[in-house]
């Protein structure tokens, strides 16, 4: 089985045991799931930009 990353578009994390599905994509957190609409930073890594990038 191949690893699969995060559908969150700046998010590169693999996803890992905490990941959430939703609508069919994978993402490695609640966070990205939500597509961080409350500013939730990535969880799965704690340098992962992708919060900031989905709010511009
Ligand atoms: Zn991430
Ligand atoms: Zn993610
Ligand atoms: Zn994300």
Redesign the pocket.
Known sequence: MPDQT?A?P??KCVLGVDAVMKDGKG???E??AQH?AHGEP?AAQAN?E??KS?RG
């Open positions: 995060c969150c700046h998010c993402y490695c957190c966070g990205c961080h990535c992962c992708c919060a989905a």
